[in-house]
């Protein structure tokens, strides 16, 4: 079964500011998270600060920076959308990358 990557974006509004926002938003993945199942094949970690490397070198000012990662089994790019609509991150105003990942023989 095809795997999808999931990048999670968003901006500073997300991160809870409180140990009971930090409990409600964890709460909220592990939900999440459950309900996807055995289709979650790894729920991945979140991600500190990012920086941008071009060619014209390294910079802090990261356009909608990524603020984790999971993966997971879905049937079709369709299927992967439809379980990530439910994600936190969706639901407090950021967004999730749908990207399948495609295996390459070496």
Do not use: H
């Not at 500190?48 to 990524?66: C, E, H, I």
């Amino acid at each position: 079964m095809p795997q999808y990557l999931y990048i999670y974006r968003g901006d500073a509004s997300q991160v809870p500011s409180t140990p009971e926002d930090q409990e409600a938003a964890m709460k909220a993945w592990g939900d999440w998270m459950g309900g996807i199942g055995d289709k979650l094949v790894n729920p991945g970690e979140p991600v500190g600060t990012s920086k941008l490397v071009t060619g014209k070198g390294v910079t802090d000012q990261v356009p909608n920076p990524s603020f984790g990662f999971s993966i997971v089994e879905a049937a079709s790019i369709e299927e992967a959308c439809e379980m990530a609509k439910g994600n936190p991150m969706v639901k407090d105003g950021g967004g999730v990358e749908v990207a399948e990942i495609v295996p390459i023989s070496m």
